[in-house]
């Protein structure tokens, strides 16, 4: 984990780079393939949409209340209802999350603690290399 600055722009950027989303869309559906089948059941997909902490959960909240949440989530991203994610879905998918979780931060500059592995954590890397270049 590591202390980084983001904004929502970041986020917005990097999805816009449809070279470097790809790719790392690419190695994260891989990583979450453990058995590289070339699809994302709702059990694999579950580990992604916790680590997105997509909804705020407190102590009180009832785990299958939860459960629920993410399943429905899950079916709004199953554009052929077959029950798993191809890599083209799972791409809608991560792109459509990030661009919320963009709009929810706004533009004012943020410091939040990021996973290793998180998408916020490599859009903050790609936005550096950006900054880099002359």
Sequence with gaps: M??????G????SFVKDEEAFTSWVKKRFATLDEDQDGILSYTKMMKELQCLRVFRIDTKTDPDEVSTLYFFMFLQFDRDSNGVLDLE???SATKRIMLV???GLGLSP?????EDDGFLKKDVEWESTKLLLP
């Design 2 to 7: 590591s202390v980084e600055i983001l904004n």
């Design 9 to 12: 722009a970041t986020i917005t």
């Design 89 to 91: 879905e799972f791409k």
């Design 101 to 103: 979780v963009a709009d």
């Design 110 to 114: 943020l410091q939040m603690i990021l």
